[in-house]
T-cell receptor, first 110, second 114 residues
């Protein structure tokens, strides 16, 4: 089993739709979680950190479920500019190694 | 302010050639990561530096890969005797403090080994 797993998609949604991605992780002791966004042929950029209490930033909401070992990202009112690959990132406890998922591709269409 | 820069942006190497990839992190950033990203995959961890100390090199795929950060700022990833499977994008990321904080990525070096 991979340490961090994501549905690769692609998710094809119309503008204005709500879309949700999940990411599962295998190390139950993991403490830090993030969502990064990567545009085609560009570098990853931080979208948001994921806190135990959940957090929201505008149209984006991230949740952490420790019991089931997954994190989620919800995007409301999708925009064309949301089209990208969304990378789930986990920092396992006790080391410096950062583990990225393979990414979920999102296409938002007019 | 200036972000993370990497050079060269593109590199074509013949199989067996040695290459050196450079990363200039954000000034003052303590932590630095190197990743390898294959097409359609997420970045794969290679190695981590805290200042000049290489604290984790568990992701380096073979002894042909070597990284250094001698003065705790600029870092170089060297690949000896390149092979076709080394073709990938090599990303560098810097962090202001500890490893678990936000990572700021450079644009990457696209390496193609023929």
């Amino acid at each position: 089993r991979k340490e961090v797993e994501q549905d690769p998609g692609p998710f094809n949604v119309p503008e204005g739709a709500t879309v949700a991605f999940n990411c599962t992780y295998s190390n139950s002791a993991s403490q830090s979680f993030f969502w990064y966004r990567q545009d085609c042929r560009k570098e990853p950029k931080l979208l948001m950190s994921v806190y135990s209490s959940g957090n929201e930033d505008g149209r984006f909401t991230a949740q952490l479920n420790r019991a089931s070992q997954y994190i989620s990202l919800l995007i409301r009112d999708s925009k064309l500019s949301d089209s990208a690959t969304y990378l789930c990132v986990v920092n396992p406890t006790g080391g410096f190694k950062t583990i990225f998922g393979a990414g979920t591709r999102l296409f938002v269409k007019a | 302010g200036a972000g993370v820069s990497q050079s060269p942006r593109y590199k074509v190497a013949k199989r067996g050639q040695d290459v050196a990839l450079r990363c200039d992190p954000i000034s003052g950033h303590v932590s630095l990561f190197w990743y390898q990203q294959a097409l359609g995959q997420g970045p794969e961890f290679l190695t981590y530096f805290q200042n000049e100390a290489q604290l984790d090199k568990s992701g380096l795929p073979s002894d042909r890969f070597f990284a250094e950060r001698p003065e705790g700022s600029v870092s170089t990833l060297k690949i000896q005797r390149t092979q076709q499977e080394d073709s990938a994008v090599y990303l560098c990321a810097s962090v202001e403090g500890l490893a678990k904080e936000t990572q700021y990525f450079g644009p990457g070096t696209r390496l193609l080994v023929l």
